[in-house]
């Protein structure tokens, strides 16, 4: 198919395929539950199951799956074919609206941090009617939520549902004291930027340390590496992007709207931009992004990298979470409008983001925490782990001017009042310059930077839309009850500002003056995962995620726990992971390279004991000190890998891996690449970064 517009969501089973296939009251009552999420009847449910069926047999589809999104990070499916018996000892094609609505997955290996006892093995699925079904790899996909028998949420997609909900209820709220009466939903937006590292195929194969963990642990560095900046925006090399071209196709088959693609600042860097949609769709044509850039890779000879960190000293990847909320009316609430009204409305919504930002800064912290992040928040070229919000100088300035009750433009000397007043136009352009900052308006939408490249964008997204609904819950509580809704509302935005203004930055990010002055404006610097994620269990969070009836308690300290144990496991493969790599192939190449050098040096001073073997000699005695010295330093990682075996408890757990076992990890990784740098490149092991990040040729 070379037509695009034929091509687009051929593998979707959407809205115009229903209406197509569906008679017209079962349509119009699908499309009514899909709107208000309202259950859907079994009826209803066995007429579209049989719909979707006849579909995707038609395309040569066999299988079903329930395709969901368990706390592993990475989507699940077990696939059921359509066959059943007949009476006749045949077999017909059968799929009932009860396989469609619900399935019972066996749960017991899935991370439920202690949510599902083990008599209850089994968890449950249920349809998210709002996504659509679709055909991947020959199975039909029915996008659903997973959830323990005792009805806790066992995945990323029901609390981003739940949360969605949340912020749907308090919007509509405000926006009826606006006087909008025919809106009836509000739905965030999110277009998420992914970043991606490309390495070729028969490097990767050669190097355990990206089989096992995605990121290479040892590595010297290459002569050259990003400070050119030549790559950046660069031309894309022919298999790139045949490479690209393929994965473009294949994801608009399943409806995914893939935009843009360049190069990014790193060598072997790239990045793929959507075009933004709702939510819990993004959030599901994310994880179907990633796992098309990694299964179509592999077609080119290629490998994707998604990890945030696979190479020291050049830039991480992360994915920016572009955030926005609208209307079912159309109309963008972030966008700052024309008239007084859409203004002030506009810096109602604005103020409950920074409250939300400020007061849950925390929260936004944890959403982003992971042990593949922690190489990037903070580090070279990324978003310090501080959160700050970048507004652009003409919304400042605004802004400071409606706090001090001051003119904005000194030339019409006339005091900003909100609901009167028409804002003056900033240029969209100028508010999008600041890439340092973790979470900047862009206009008429956030971008939350902090994300990492391999996390689902559920757990930020849903830290979003929680706090900014208890804002906005918040604000109504007051406004509702306002004689005066114009004086009340000046008076908010005001106290707002006044008492949220700290987290509004402008200035360079990555600047170290910043994080002194971050922290005298008493702004929180979670440096580390297990530093940040103590903070998702603090009570005032917990009240947020109860009232909000986004998680229970018990599901918010599941949660915590599944994500420190993620965290010490992902530390443990990769120390074990540098101990094989170290017995297995480093010592044993130094041994054999010295023994070259000795053998070498004594040869010549046996044919003439005046010929230079410098060289050799030199050589043989550095490589035998770093030879002692990794040895060394593997026996003190290997004796504080057994010491972490004795820890039961998972918090002390995750405290021990980060002090004891990541500096070991660090310390040794330098005396090997140390070694790298002077042992014979034939000998060595693994590719080099040389090979991993400019052999795409
Ligand atoms: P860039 O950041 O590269 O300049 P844009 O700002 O145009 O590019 O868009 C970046 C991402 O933000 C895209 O995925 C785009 O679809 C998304 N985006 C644009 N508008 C919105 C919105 N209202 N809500 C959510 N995402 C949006
Ligand atoms: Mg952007």
């Not at 197509?20 to 999420?37: A, D, S, V, Y």
């Not at 790139?240 to 060598?267: C, D, F, I, R, S």
């Not at 599941?558 to 101990?579: F, S, W």
Request: charge should be negative; aromatic fraction near 10%.
């Amino acid at each position: 198919m070379s037509n695009i517009t034929e091509l687009f969501g051929s593998m979707v089973f959407n809205e115009q395929v229903m209406k197509e296939r569906l008679p017209k009251e079962t349509f119009k009552q699908l499309q009514r539950t899909m709107k208000n999420g309202k259950s859907l009847d079994i009826n209803i449910a066995n007429v579209v199951a049989n719909a979707m069926k006849d579909w995707a047999i038609e395309k040569g589809v066999t299988h079903y799956t329930h395709w969901f999104q368990p706390m592993t990070g990475v989507t699940a499916e077990k696939h059921d074919s359509f066959i059943s018996p007949d009476n006749n000892g045949k077999v017909i094609m059968e799929f009932s609206g009860k396989e469609l609505v619900q399935g019972e997955p066996d749960a017991s290996s899935f991370p439920s941090g202690g949510l599902r006892a083990t008599f209850e093995a089994r968890g449950y699925t249920a349809w998210d009617p709002t996504s659509y079904a679709f055909i991947k790899n020959n199975v039909l996909c029915i996008p659903t939520a997973f959830c323990s028998y005792g009805g806790h949420a066992l995945d990323k997609k029901t609390p981003l549902l739940r949360s969605m909900e949340a912020i749907n209820k308090q919007a509509l709220r405000i926006i009826r004291l606006f006087g909008h009466d025919d809106v009836t939903s509000v739905k965030t937006t999110v277009g998420p930027e992914q970043e991606y590292f490309l390495v070729d195929k028969k490097y990767y194969e050669k190097r355990k340390d990206l089989i096992f963990t995605g990121r290479t642990l040892f590595g010297a560095k290459s002569p050259k590496g990003q400070e050119m900046e030549d790559h950046y925006f660069g031309t894309i090399k022919s298999r790139v992007q045949a490479y690209m071209k393929e994965l473009n196709e294949e994801l608009w088959k399943l409806g995914v709207l893939a935009k843009t693609e360049h190069n990014e600042v790193a060598p072997a860097q790239h990045e793929l931009a959507p075009i933004f949609t709702t939510t819990n769709i993004a959030t599901d044509h994310n994880q179907l992004t990633m796992e098309l850039m990694q299964r179509i890779a592999k077609k080119h000879d290629l490998v994707c990298l998604i990890h945030e960190k696979p190479f020291a000293g050049v830039n991480g990847s992360g994915k920016h979470n572009n955030w926005s909320i609208s209307t079912d009316t159309g109309i963008n609430l972030l966008e700052p409008g024309d008239t007084p009204s859409e203004n002030a409305q506009f810096l109602l919504f604005l103020c409950a983001v920074i409250k939300a930002v400020d007061e849950y800064q925390d929260m936004l912290r944890v959403s982003a925490a992971s042990a593949g992040n922690d190489h990037r928040l903070g580090a070279n070229e990324a978003p310090p782990a501080v959160v700050s919000m970048f507004l652009g100088s003409e919304l400042t300035e605004i802004l400071e001017a409606i706090e001090k009750d001051e003119a904005y433009d000194n030339k019409e000397k006339e005091l900003m009042r909100i609901g009167v007043h028409v804002l003056p136009k900033f240029p969209k352009d100028t508010t999008d310059r600041n890439r340092t900052s973790p979470f900047a308006f862009t206009g008429n939408k956030f971008e939350f930077r902090m994300v990492g490249s391999s996390a689902s964008i559920s757990g930020p997204n849903i830290v979003l839309n929680t706090a900014v609904a208890e804002e906005l819950k918040q604000f109504a509580d007051i406004l509702e009850k306002a004689d005066d809704f114009e004086g009340e509302l000046h008076s908010l935005i005001q106290k707002t500002i006044k008492e949220h203004k700290r987290i509004i930055f402008n200035g360079n990010g990555y600047d170290d003056a910043w994080i002194e002055e971050a922290e005298r404006r008493g702004l929180l610097n979670l440096k580390t995962t297990p530093d940040a994620l103590p903070y998702y269990v603090k009570e005032k969070n917990l009240k947020l995620f109860e009232s909000h009836k986004v998680f229970s308690r018990e599901e918010v300290f599941a949660r915590y726990e599944i994500k420190m144990e993620l965290y010490v496991k992902t530390l443990n493969i990769e120390a074990l992971t540098m101990v094989d790599m170290v017995h297995k192939d480093i010592l044993p190449v130094a041994s054999r390279f010295a023994k070259m050098l000795t053998d070498t040096a004594l040869a010549k001073q046996q044919l003439c004991t005046d010929i230079n073997s410098s060289y050799e000699k030199d050589t043989v005695k550095a490589v035998s000190s770093l030879t002692a010295s990794i040895f060394e330093n593997v026996k003190i990682l290997e004796d504080a890998l057994s010491e972490a075996k004795a820890i039961s408890d998972f918090e002390a757990s995750a405290f021990f891996y980060r002090d004891r076992i990541f500096p070991a990890m660090t310390e040794l990784r330098a005396v090997v690449d140390e070694l790298e740098t002077i042992t014979d490149a034939s000998m060595w092991p693994y590719p080099s970064y040389g090979e991993l990040l400019f052999g795409i040729i």
